[in-house]
């Protein structure tokens, strides 16, 4: 298939335009949620004659799918080929079937993906997240280097012992890494006089954390991996729901958007479009899903669209770094903020080895911030409230715990990702 991102811009919205009505038809036709959710909102379909006018379909939200997950479904069991879940990190996992049609999409979604990273037939890829537990991300990894007809070692994560001795025996080129194990790899190749720097390693895909800010500078954690390895950093950005990834190029000013998977919108608290370059809530529609589609679905990710063409070459927009989720807004102190700006202050600090962020409720309801961390050298906690105050404007609870207690509480057997924050507030969803 050839890769629309190059084309202009009237191309890519009337093929986008095309697709849309064709998933639009394909959910009428197949998916018991959408029947009902067009018959309750009065919704017909074949006024549609526009992108804009998607926005006559209100929206859903995470708590619809959770409700009717098997509503979605748009495919018999005997056409399912593989079945996998939401991470679950915000109650309960949702199953998303896939079709082969879908895993087709989904091998097509990567190989564009890491094409944009520059890939070609002569990376080899190091995979160093699951790709079991049901993890969609794992197997998309693994089809688009497949489609991209590079290599790839499946190493799965932790064990840096194991991620350095496959370096070192396959020459591998590119890590998949969630950024936090990219910085523990690189002080286990320090504390073992591992050579780094001279690797075969020439660039990382960066999943599961932003390692940029709103205005594409390197945040605190990815400036500490670049200042300590300099190979290429790629951000990308995902989840099971969408089915599609938003990844950067070597430009470094945001996702792509693959116009012929999915359509994005920005929207504001009550719906409406926000202007171009201003955060809201990613809100998204699949194009060419089977398994699972979903027409205007709130994400609950707050982020940027960008949409002038790309020095890259490619005209499609692109998403700014997510910088958080909408219910994890703080408001504490007569400020708000979100976790991201505190793990951002956090993450500058080098005496700082582990942390993790506990959000809860005062007897007043008001919001309370509590930070546990460890340490691997001293540190004044007046030095660590100043930096707290100057980058964020309050000073949340503060507990230091050793580096042994707080680790089992950050890397949990059961979770995907390292646990960086914990939500007790009654609206965690
Ligand atoms: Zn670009």
């Known amino acids: 298939m050839p890769d629309i991102a190059y084309k202009s811009i009237d191309i890519i919205q009337s093929d986008q335009l095309e697709r849309l009505q064709r998933q639009l038809k394909f959910v009428t036709a197949h998916s018991k949620f959408y029947q009902a959710h067009f018959k309750k909102h009065q919704v017909d379909i074949d006024q549609i004659k526009s992108l804009e006018e998607l926005n006559l379909i209100p929206t859903i939200g995470k708590k619809e799918l959770q409700a009717h997950y098997k509503d979605f479904w748009c495919v018999a069991p005997s056409q399912i080929r593989d079945y996998t879940n939401t991470s679950g990190t915000e109650g309960k996992p949702v199953t998303i079937p896939l079709s082969n049609t879908d895993l087709d ?3 097509y979604n990567e190989m564009l993906s890491l094409a944009c990273t520059g890939g070609d037939e002569n990376e080899i890829y190091q995979l160093t997240t699951t790709i079991d537990r049901r993890f969609m991300a794992g197997l998309a990894y693994t089809l688009g280097a497949r489609e991209l007809g590079a290599g790839m070692v499946r190493t799965g994560p932790g064990i840096p012992q194991l991620q350095w001795q496959t370096i070192d025996e396959l020459n591998t080129t590119a ?13 286990y190749a320090i504390n073992n006089g591992i050579d780094y720097k001279n ?59 693959l116009t012929d998977l999915i359509v994005v919108e920005i929207l504001d608290e009550k719906g409406n479009k926000v202007p ?54 703080i408001k504490c102190k007569g400020t708000t903020c979100y976790p991201s700006a505190i793990y951002d202050v956090m993450d500058r600090i ?65 979770k995907r990702k390292p646990v960086k924050m914990v939500d007790k507030r009654a609206n965690s969803l």
Not at 180 to 186: E, Q, R
Not at 303 to 314: D, F, I, L, N, Y
Not at 359 to 385: C, F, H, K, Q, W
């Open 199 to 257: 690797s075969s390693v020439k660039k990382a895909i960066c999943i599961g954390e932003p390692i940029r800010n709103s205005d594409f500078s390197l945040n605190a954690l990815g400036s500490r991996i670049k200042e300590a390895w300099d190979i290429e950093l790629y951000s990308t950005y995902a989840s099971s729901e969408m089915a599609t990834a938003f990844t950067e190029c070597s430009i470094g000013k945001g996702g792509h958007v």
């Open 350 to 414: 080098p005496e700082i080895s582990h942390y993790q962020i506990e959000l809860s409720l005062d007897n007043l309801g008001n919001d309370e911030v509590l930070i546990r961390y460890a340490t691997n050298s001293p540190l004044e906690m007046g030095s660590l409230v100043n930096q707290l105050k100057a980058g964020i404007r309050f000073t949340p609870k503060l507990e230091a715990l050793s580096v042994e207690m707080i680790m089992p509480m950050i890397f949990q057997e059961a």
């Open 105 to 107: 999409r989904l091998a």
């Open 175 to 187: 890590l998949i890494v969630v950024p936090s194990f990219l910085v523990k790899l690189i002080d």
């Open 276 to 329: 171009e370059g201003v955060a809201g809530e990613l809100t998204i529609t699949t194009l060419g899903v089977e398994g699972f589609p979903l027409v205007r679905f709130r994400t609950g990710d707050i982020c940027a669209v960008h949409k002038e063409p790309c020095a890259c070459g490619r005209t499609t927009p692109r998403l700014g770094p997510v910088i958080g989720r909408k219910h994890q807004m």
